[in-house]
């Protein structure tokens, strides 16, 4: 059983482009969350999706950051006008529903993101 | 919102000695506080778990504590190897109901001298 995938697990972008990350959760997984690690600092919160649904954005920066998961596909973070302070190490995470889940959530090998 | 509180920010100790590291939650509704290890450059994996219900929970040369009533929890290593050096991540959660979201310390960073 693949773990959570993500890609791509480096990406460097210049001020003012669009970045895109991508997430596909482990199999019979239906929940995904979307963590940032800046630099030497902890795992801060972004969002949690469920397919086609976002359930919780509260923390999304207000603006350039959206967050997508398709009925089919990856889910996306995708950062526009990216600035440097955007540079961070953004995992993704995924668990099941119900059932005799624990409440562990199963991370990604995280998307490095540098902003030149 | 849920918050939580670690410490310290970072531990040395030397190989074999214990080490311990405690986190504080704010909200009382939590019910599943998880502890993270990470090492450089790689994923956050999930070392040992505790719920509500429970006050003490083993695994090998690992255990956590809780106590509910003080809203604090704690990770104990002992007979501590340089393979232990690492940053743990202490979190806290509200169960399915709240979308089994985590809400996560700042980090210790472990340090296992040899």
């Known amino acids: 059983n693949a773990g959570v995938m993500q890609n791509p697990r480096h990406l460097v972008r210049r001020r003012g482009q669009e970045a895109r990350l991508r997430c596909s959760p482990m199999?019979?997984?239906?929940?995904v969350y979307w963590y940032r690690q800046l630099p030497e600092e902890g795992l801060k919160f972004m969002v949690y999706l469920q397919k086609e649904n976002i359930i919780d954005e509260s923390g999304m920066p207000k603006e350039r950051f959206s967050a997508e998961f398709p009925k089919e596909g990856p889910s996306i973070l995708r950062i526009q006008q990216v600035v440097r302070g955007d540079s961070a190490a953004y995992f993704c995470a995924s668990s099941p529903l119900g059932g005799t889940y624990t409440g562990e959530l199963f991370f990604g090998e995280g998307s490095r993101l540098t902003v030149l | 919102g849920e918050n939580v509180e670690q410490h310290p920010s970072t531990l040395s100790v030397q190989e074999g000695d214990s080490a311990v590291i405690k986190c504080t939650y704010s909200d009382s509704a939590s019910n599943y506080f998880p502890w993270y290890k990470q090492e450089l450059g790689k994923r956050p994996q999930l070392i040992i778990d505790?719920?509500?219900?429970?006050g003490e929970k083993k695994d090998q040369r690992i255990a956590v504590t809780l106590n509910k009533t003080a809203k604090h929890f704690s990770l104990h290593i002992t007979e501590t190897q340089p393979e232990d050096s690492a940053v743990y991540f202490c979190?806290?959660?509200?169960?399915?109901?709240?979308?089994?979201?985590?809400?996560f310390g700042a980090g210790t960073i472990l340090r296992v001298k040899s």
């Open positions: 505790i719920r509500s219900n429970v």
């Open positions: 199999k019979g997984h239906s929940h």
């Open positions: 979190a806290a959660s509200k169960g399915e109901e709240y979308g089994n979201k985590l809400v």
